[in-house]
């Protein structure tokens, strides 16, 4: 297949996940949250028609539910997020992959559909995005390696999406934008959520 999928993984470990979340819900109901999101992210994924990645943050777990018949395990290389998505697309395209698309594990409402049309939009379009409601995005796809839009950003803030908008435009890129989605890092986003059930 000449796509891959890219998927993004913090190692479960009890206070390293969610810890916005765990501020108002406790370290172990977090951690509980962030395998319930790992899950999820991993049956949507499997359903994709394309090779799959999952880059993890610290180390490569090669025994947990992460099915390494569906995805290849990877670890992530960088001083910050986006250097480490960065390196992520270069691999991707060194690796002669015509069309990369990159999620997370902090959105419930990914959909397979929603994946797939990411890697159909990508035909005509150079880069499409996913926006979340807190100012990141959830998604983002390309045909060919843009460092440039990794750099210079303050990953941490609300601009995240915005800036990244205005670079990808400041380069010429053909943008496509999919639906706003909501991002679970915090109790009032997880209360707005399919999950919130969890929270009984």
Known sequence: M???????????????VKTRLA???GDEKALMIYRELLNK??????????NREVW??????ENDQVDPRL??????????LGERMSNSFSRAFENGY???????SDCPDVTDELIAKAFQILDK????????????????GMKKHHPELFLGIEW??????????????????????LPALNDIDTIEDLKKSSMSVLLN
């Open 156 to 177: 941490s803030e609300i601009s995240v999406y915005e800036t990244t908008v205005r670079k990808a435009k400041s380069i010429g890129l053909k943008i496509s934008v």
């Open 98 to 104: 015509e069309k990369a698309v990159i999620i997370g």
């Open 71 to 80: 995805f290849e395990k990877k670890l992530q290389e960088g001083s910050n």
């Open 125 to 140: 379009a150079d880069l499409v995005i996913g926006p979340s409601l807190d100012g990141g995005y959830y998604l983002l």
């Open 41 to 50: 992210t991993m049956d949507i994924a499997s359903k994709t028609e394309c």
């Open 56 to 61: 993890y943050s610290g180390y490569i777990n």
């Open 23 to 25: 501020r108002s819900i």
């Open 2 to 16: 000449n796509s891959v999928l890219i998927i993004f993984i913090k190692n479960p470990i009890l206070g390293k």
